[in-house]
């Protein structure tokens, strides 16, 4: 067999999976990845201990394909988060993550400012403490010697690329946040300035497409992984790219949602509407020149665990499984609108369609009648009702099916209540493996073997379709909770305002 491989170097483990031309995986390897926590909010990663990580994790892949050939490798990761590397190709100090937080005041007075505004209208992403310009600039107060001695300033997926093939390069989607300017396709120096970043200027590599052929496999990598020297790696990507790109998604009007602990909305376009306040991120299609906006409302599926765990006698049930099959069943005798409970899901605070951190959750229209059945199910219209939100305040409802994978996307129960909310059919899969298969078409193309989203189309997936069956009726329980919202968030004001007054 020829096999494509596919690698996702991603926070917290490092996956690889080795796959026929039809989408079939063959064979499987992982490891887990350790990150340091700071005191100040600090998230780090030894550079040299994540290459060894991946170096173990292909030694293992390739011993389960012993006597097989293989014809290309693509390569995903992490995004965003700030890797330095010096000239000669080493680390120059720790990888600070995409989830560090040591900048926030920074972010702050760089916010109040209104320097992000260039950020904004450049690449149409709300700027936060993990962004590569943000730790620059802690880097280089704090770290002097090691921002001195950084010849590039790239990514995860671009450090493990270079310890691949000897080449170094980035991609459109890696490259987006903060400093593209997505109208020109390149780095703008508006943006760069805003963060007095022009010393990390001379840091960044040109991007292209992750479809496009980096290197070879070179003979000391060959050594210490078991692939075979000369086989050919595409650009590196972001995870979230390649697994669009398993998905066979690159086109406008195309809209995908993950409904893990932490919401998020994916919308494919191809018109943006510049502002200095965007809410989310947006990256660029690794292979097109669509535009990915995302939108990540900080509860989804955890707002169920965290109901479901209140109730753990008049549940029952010795599994999680089991415990959400009797809520199911509990939610399901109830009509859509919950009988006038509302759920408001910011149990995290909010971060999109509206930037709210102080925010909390809570429950809205309980009477003595209440049931944990309307309870639970509100529960569940709430995180729907939000992914909506997202939809809404980006422009309207999807006007095609929407891809649904995540945790909350194995609950048949929520998968139809969050089309009905949507109105379009809900499509989710049986695959858990779409990044990686991505991944690993966009390999295959770098190699010539065809376009990356055709191929991963091609392969046979079982699809359960959910089709909205009372979208109607919950266009009014929208119009509620939008309501509820507005008002929930003033609310949140005054009380943060009183707060502060007693403190």
């Known amino acids: 067999m ?18 026929t031309a039809d989408g079939r995986q063959v064979a499987f390897a992982d490891a887990p990845s350790t990150v340091k926590q700071l005191p100040d909010g600090g998230r780090e990663q030894d550079m040299a201990l ?63 400012s209104g320097r992000a505004a260039a950020i904004g209208r450049g690449c149409h992403t709300s700027l936060w403490s993990g962004t590569s310009g943000m730790l620059w600039r802690w880097l280089r107060d704090n770290n002097p010697v090691a921002a001195e001695e950084t ?60 479809d496009s052929l980096l290197g070879e496999i070179t003979a000391e990598t060959a050594k210490v992984t078991g692939l075979p020297q000369g086989l050919p790696v595409s650009t590196g990507t972001l995870d979230l790219s390649a697994m669009l790109v398993g998905m066979g998604m690159d086109q406008a009007g195309q809209t995908m949602m993950i409904m893990g602990t932490t919401a998020v909305v994916n919308i494919l376009t191809d018109r943006v509407e510049p502002s200095d306040t965007p809410v989310g991120a947006s990256v660029l299609h690794p292979t097109s020149d669509t535009i990915i906006r995302v939108l990540a409302p900080t509860t989804g599926a955890a707002a169920f665990d965290w109901f479901a765990s209140l109730h753990p006698k008049s549940l029952g049930g010795s ?36 930037v709210a951190p102080d925010i909390r959750g809570g429950f ?52 139809q209540i969050i089309a009905d909310v949507m109105g379009q059919p809900v499509l989710v899969s049986f695959a858990s493996d779409h990044g990686l298969w991505g991944v690993a078409t966009l390999g295959a193309s770098a190699a010539g ?28 329980i929208y119009a509620r909770y939008v309501a509820i919202s507005r008002h929930h968030r003033a609310l949140q004001e005054e009380l943060t305002s009183l707060q502060e007054e007693l403190t």
């Open 2 to 19: 020829k096999l494509w491989l596919g690698l996702d170097v991603g926070t917290t483990a490092v996956k690889a999976g080795a796959y």
């Open 50 to 112: 994540v290459w060894k990580t991946v170096c173990g994790v292909f030694s293992d892949l390739t011993a389960q394909c012993e006597g097989e050939d293989f014809e290309s490798l693509g390569v995903a990761a992490q995004g965003d988060g700030l890797w330095c590397i010096r000239q000669d190709g080493t680390p120059a100090a720790p990888a600070m993550l995409w989830n560090d937080t040591r900048t926030a005041k920074d972010l702050a007075f760089v916010t109040e």
């Open 151 to 210: 010849a590039y300033a790239v990514t995860c997926a671009d450090w493990i690329s270079l310890c691949l093939t000897g080449k170094i390069a980035t991609d459109f989607s890696n490259a987006s946040i903060p400093f593209l300017d997505f109208a020109e396709r390149d780095y703008a120096s508006a943006q760069i300035s805003a963060l007095d970043c022009e010393d990390m200027a001379k840091c960044l590599v040109s991007p292209r497409r992750s």
């Open 319 to 354: 599994s999680t499984a089991e415990i959400a099959s009797r809520l199911n069943e509990l939610v399901e005798k109830v009509p859509p609108g919950s009988n006038g409970v509302t759920f408001m899901p910011y149990l995290n605070g909010e971060r999109a369609p509206f």
């Open 364 to 415: 809205h229209g309980l009477t003595v009648t209440s049931t944990t059945g309307e309870m639970g199910r509100a529960v569940m219209e709430g995180a729907a009702l939000s992914l909506r939100h997202c939809c809404e305040e980006e422009g309207d409802l999807p006007s095609a099916p929407v891809r649904l994978t995540g945790g909350g996307a194995k609950n048949p129960v929520w998968c």
């Open 449 to 476: 073997l065809g376009d990356a989203v055709t191929l991963a189309a091609s392969r046979e997936e079982t699809l359960e379709t959910y089709h909205p069956k009372d979208h109607d009726r919950y266009s009014g």
